[in-house]
């Protein structure tokens, strides 16, 4: 799956996750993976996000992980 353009990455707010805004483009959604073990691998956060081009806002819940990491793919449904 191929990734957009990442416009920004915000800091957690109070009671949120962090937030993020993307590309989009028309007849395109896109899905949210997250980890907190790169060796582990990624697993599905948020999906089926329906494009609002040409930009696209997405905030994560709260974690108490110590460490997340974050992806966002790009498909065709």
Do not use: C
Not at 41 to 52: D, K, R
């Amino acid at each position: 799956m191929p990734t957009p353009d990442l416009v920004s990455v915000q800091a957690p707010a109070a009671g949120q996750g962090p937030g993020f805004q993307w590309t989009s483009r028309n007849g395109y959604e896109y899905v949210i993976m997250t980890s907190t073990n790169l060796f582990k691998g990624f697993y599905p956060l948020q999906s089926n996000i329906v494009a609002t081009p040409s930009l696209n806002s997405f905030v994560s819940p709260i974690t108490h992980a110590a460490q997340r990491f974050y992806f966002i793919s790009e498909y065709h449904p």
